[in-house]
């Protein structure tokens, strides 16, 4: 059985289909049709959406290093960094709050307390941009 040319609905001989290149074409079509197609691969939005945040934000990868190193009172965080502004810090609080990353504990005290904590996701968080920071010293290192 002779291919069908694009459709028209009539039929040349094999000779004649091989001058012109259509047996090439029809032979391209039928392997092209039996090959497995892939999804155009996009970048994770909301993680993604996440880490230009984080890093667009000056102050948060700051915020973390005092967590980590056991400030978590944002009177006490203002008074360790030089440039820090309460409204400032409270901005990127409530930004890292609103991904997860970070969780608010409030003390029913008086005068009131409160204090905030990486919570676990904000841990995986941080380990990756870590090793996006151990990437950047690498890129630096080679250039």
């Known amino acids: ?13 094999a000779e004649k289909q091989a001058q012109i290149g259509t047996a090439g ?7 092209n049709s039996q090959a497995k197609k892939y999804a ?7 993680s993604a959406r996440m880490v230009e945040a984080i890093f667009g934000c000056k102050w948060s990868l700051t915020v973390y290093q005092l967590l980590a190193n056991g400030i978590n009172r944002p009177g006490e965080m203002v008074r360790s960094v030089e440039g820090l ?21 409030a003390y029913d005290e008086s005068p009131p307390r409160v204090e905030y ?27």
């Not at 059985?1 to 001989?13: D, K, T, W």
């Not at 904590?117 to 080679?142: A, M, N, S, W, Y």
């Open 40 to 46: 155009r691969k996009s970048a994770p939005e909301r």
């Open 85 to 105: 502004t309460t409204k400032v810090l409270n901005e990127c609080l409530r930004r890292n709050m609103d991904f997860g990353i970070l969780e608010r504990i």
């Open 117 to 143: 904590t990486v919570t676990p996701f904000g841990t995986k968080f941080i380990r990756i941009l870590d090793e996006l920071e151990k990437l950047q010293h690498e890129l630096d290192r080679e250039s």
């Open 25 to 31: 074409t029809y032979r391209y079509k039928l392997m």
């Open 1 to 13: 059985m002779l291919p069908e040319i694009a459709g028209y609905g009539f039929v040349l001989p």
